[in-house]
């Protein structure tokens, strides 16, 4: 069963949130989603310096089979994209926690997100 | 819809499947990874359920002259040991499935034997098409789909693996066995032999096998042929890697190419039409018709291979643009994993299908630049 990292919240979306400095966080996708899409080939993150908003499209990921939107879990402007996983995508597979993170926001405002508890048992992942 | 399940489903699950319906069947989509499965059967082999397909007998007297009239292809024209790819069309020429037919050594009493192999979904309908068709032959048609079970390995590694099951004194009727033939093989399977019918046919664009059994000795032969692999030789391989590997290798598939709405020479399939044959066949008039009329060489649309220029796939049902008009649509699309750019297969009008001609695909918006080419994608060296 897929691991649900119990450090971090989530979004309905399966974007995981981790709280760094201040108001910075850093956005991935959950080991759920990734089981889901299968092997992962493309991903296309928002620009930094962008603006996002919660709950709204703000990249794509593209796996073998296809291709999902990737939300925004929080408000705010873009200040880091990963561009580890823009070269080699599979990164996100193998480590969708760690290296496999995509992008860092200066957030304004959350979205509704969920505990690693609440995400888990709502999606069948494992804490 | 109800839901099937293979003699190989406890395997499966054993391996840790992940799985998905097809055809109203739960098969495995992939084991690990859809990508290493992919890399396997390129490289060494992989092990495949295809239990889902149909397996439709058809015997006696006048069981050539039959499927002569049923399929669009000349079966009677086939050797004993052959396998021939065909359609069975209806009147109006639409591609009620494509199938594969074995034609058997004859029975004792001297009666013809043909085995007919349709896709999952299509299994039904295809056995009950044949009876009807059968009213005025001297033949039997049997379903045996429910009671038959059929493994792939395919790959380059397939052969030295499978010879590990067979006696040394048969090991020639494996290797000598030819593409798109058929023979019976003792294997040895849970400590007795068992004649099984192995054919080197598969979807994948490898050398491979089909191994037809039945579902009372499904588990064993495939434990027996993961047994006998060595560490890296052979991997279970899902539907997933079998939907890429064959759109790498140019293979239409039912429901996405090939339609009761299509037609043979839109998809590229009319040398697989016999309008040669003297006898009639169902669809005869209307694929003549489509044939004089240019269908997929002058007129309509047509099958075409699309390679991607940038990274992003096109995907089943994007439109595919000429100067941003809609010249065509997608029909089956992804990265290719053996070549590393996108593949894609779309029917687009025919002043637009040149090897070479310069089309776009539709991504959700974004125009992505393609190129028309040859099919297939990928060939394998010999």
């Avoid at chain 2, 399929?71 to 639409?94: F, N, T, W």
């Avoid at chain 2, 030819?178 to 490898?206: C, H, I, N, Q, W």
């Amino acid at each position: 069963m897929a691991k649900v990292a119990p450090e971090l919240q989530y979004s309905d979306e399966h974007e995981w949130v981790a709280r760094e400095a201040g108001n910075l966080v850093s956005i991935g996708i959950s080991a759920v989603a990734t089981d889901a899409l299968g092997d992962i080939v493309y991903v296309d993150l928002p620009e930094v310096g962008a603006t996002v908003t919660a709950g709204e499209t703000c990249g794509e990921v593209e796996s073998t089979k296809s291709v999902s939107d990737l939300y925004s879990p929080v408000a705010g402007e873009v200040t880091e994209t990963n561009s580890a996983v823009v070269d080699d995508p599979a990164l996100i597979n193998s480590d969708p926690y760690g290296a496999g993170w995509l992008f860092k926001v200066a957030a304004e405002s959350d979205g509704p997100l969920l505990s690693a508890e609440e995400y888990a048992s709502k999606n069948g992942g494992e804490l | 819809m109800t839901e099937n399940y293979t003699a190989l489903y406890e395997e499966h699950k054993k391996l840790g499947a992940s799985f998905t319906d097809f055809g109203g069947w739960q098969m495995p989509l992939k084991y690990s990874s859809e990508l290493a499965e992919h890399h396997a059967v390129r490289n060494a082999a992989g092990l495949f359920d295809l239990s889902h397909m149909g397996e439709v007998w058809v015997t006696g007297p006048d069981a050539a002259a039959f499927l002569d009239y049923a399929l669009v292809g000349k079966i009677s024209a086939m050797s004993v040991g052959k396998a021939k790819y065909s359609l069975i069309c209806q009147e109006d020429g639409g591609i009620i499935d494509d199938l594969i037919t074995y034609r058997r050594p004859v029975a004792e009493d001297g009666t013809d034997r043909f085995l007919v192999v349709p896709n999952a979904g299509n299994a039904v309908v295809v056995a009950e098409a044949l009876a009807e068709r059968a009213a005025n032959f001297d033949v039997v048609v049997d379903d045996a789909s429910a009671d038959t079970s059929l493994i792939a390995v395919q790959g380059p590694k397939a052969e030295a693996i499978l010879l590990r099951l067979v006696p040394a004194a048969q090991h020639e009727l494996v290797t000598g066995l030819k593409y798109y033939a058929a023979v019976e093989v003792p294997f040895m399977v849970a400590g007795s032999s068992k004649d099984l019918l192995l054919a080197r046919t598969g979807y994948t664009g490898e050398d491979g096998f089909e191994i037809f059994v039945d579902n009372a000795d499904a588990a064993a032969l495939w434990q027996a042929i993961s047994a006998v692999a060595e560490e890296g030789e052979l991997v279970p391989a899902g539907l997933a890697c079998r939907d890429s590997l064959r759109l790498e290798a140019g293979m239409p598939l039912y429901g996405n190419e090939l339609s009761r709405e299509g037609n043979p020479y839109a998809a590229g399939l009319g040398p697989v039409v016999s309008l040669a044959k003297v006898s009639d066949f169902v669809g005869r008039a209307a694929l003549e018709a489509l044939k004089a009329g240019g269908a997929g060489s002058t007129s309509g649309r047509k099958l075409v291979g699309l390679k991607g220029l940038g990274r992003r796939a096109g995907r089943g049902h994007y439109p595919v643009l000429k100067d941003g008009n809609v010249v065509g649509e997608v029909t089956s699309g992804q990265p290719s994993p053996t070549l590393g750019y996108p593949v894609a297969l779309a029917y687009v009008d025919v002043e637009h299908s040149e090897v070479g001609t310069a089309l776009d695909i539709d991504l959700r918006g974004k125009a992505e630049p393609f190129e028309v080419v040859a099919l297939p994608f990928y060939k394998r060296q010999k």
